[in-house]
């Protein structure tokens, strides 16, 4: 398994080196800035697998690095985790809307941010997908349509839907029409790109597993 590259945002010393310490005896490679600019600057020099965020900082407040970083080619789709001691809804909903993939509130427990950048960086490549459409014929591993909150449909109106748990994450198994899951999972690399698409929830929010993109 590839070593993750976090890249960890934060005005507050202290917090930055526990946060970089906790990470890194997950086997996480964490690259640091203390502010909006500098983050931008190794967002696009480093390319992170994903950013954890304060929005209090010097130079760049985190909305404005935000809504910066969704306006530019590089950066837009990198996926962010924003943690702030402000937690009320209002923030929470702008954040979202500026493109964060999650929210955190501070004082947060280093294991709920483990599992939150879990969730964040889960992906699908071809081994694993054919692992998951295995598992996805058993009864246990199939979910139902409640799972799908916040998740619009009818862009895939020509695709068999399967809501489904895998490993704890939940899914939106997508097969072009016609095609079942024991055919799926016989597929080659090449037609299953063609053929499957795969969500994952974060949150709120869905994105693309297979084939790998950050937004459904």
Known sequence: MRQYTILSVEDDVELQKLVKAFLETKGYRVITSQDGWDAI???????????????????????????????TSFTEHTPILVASGNGDAETILKTAKLGAADFIVK??????LHERLTQMLFRLDYPLLKKVLVELQKPEAQ?????WGGLDLKKYKNWNAYPAVYEGHELCVLLAEGLVMSQAAKLSE???????????KVRSHWKGVWPYKTTP
């Not at 992170?48 to 910066?68: C, N, Q, S």
């Not at 979910?143 to 799972?147: I, K, L, P, Q, Y």
């Not at 090449?190 to 994952?200: G, H, R, S």
Request: proline letters at 6%.
């Open 107 to 112: 004082p947060f427990s280093f294991e709920v």
């Open 190 to 200: 090449a037609d299953a790109t063609q053929k499957i698409v795969v969500l994952a």
């Open 143 to 147: 979910g139902t349509a409640a799972m």
């Open 41 to 71: 600057r190794q967002i696009i020099v480093e390319k992170p697998d994903a950013v954890v965020m304060d929005l209090e900082m010097p130079k760049l407040d985190g909305l404005h690095t935000l809504e910066t970083l969704r306006a």
